[in-house]
């Protein structure tokens, strides 16, 4: 399976922003939802947000009003805006299917997001 690629992340003070992209390789995939998760040291991996094939967005109730999306099809990516970003934001960042599980080989490294009080 092709490997999905994220990148952006970052060591930001509370309350600063940082722009995550999902680069999807694939052209199969990219007609796809794409969602995004996170998973801190010790802790399950949780779902973080949505962006559909026709650009509609959900996200999860702790980052509501804090992030938002965008996909460029032309470009093969997907953005995660995260503004106001809280300590507890701190996690590795994954792009993938929505609902996918932990045992797909097409997990990408992801990107680190550290936020310091």
């Known amino acids: 399976q092709v490997q999905l690629v994220e990148s952006g992340g970052g060591s930001v003070q509370a309350g600063g922003s940082l722009r995550l992209t999902c680069t999807v390789p694939?052209?199969?995939?990219?007609?796809?939802?794409i969602s995004w998760y996170r998973q801190s040291p010790g802790k399950e991996r949780e779902w973080v947000a949505t962006i559909t094939t026709n650009k509609r967005v959900s996200y999860t109730n702790s980052v509501q009003g804090r992030f938002s999306q965008s996909r460029d099809r032309s470009a093969g990516t997907a953005t995660l805006q995260m503004d106001i970003l809280k300590p507890e934001d701190s996690a590795t960042y994954y792009c993938?299917?929505?609902?996918?599980?932990?045992?797909?080989?097409?997990w990408g490294q992801g990107t680190r997001v550290a936020v310091s009080a």
């Open positions: 694939d052209r199969a995939f990219w007609n796809a939802d």
């Open positions: 993938n299917h929505p609902g996918a599980r932990p045992s797909w080989t097409n």
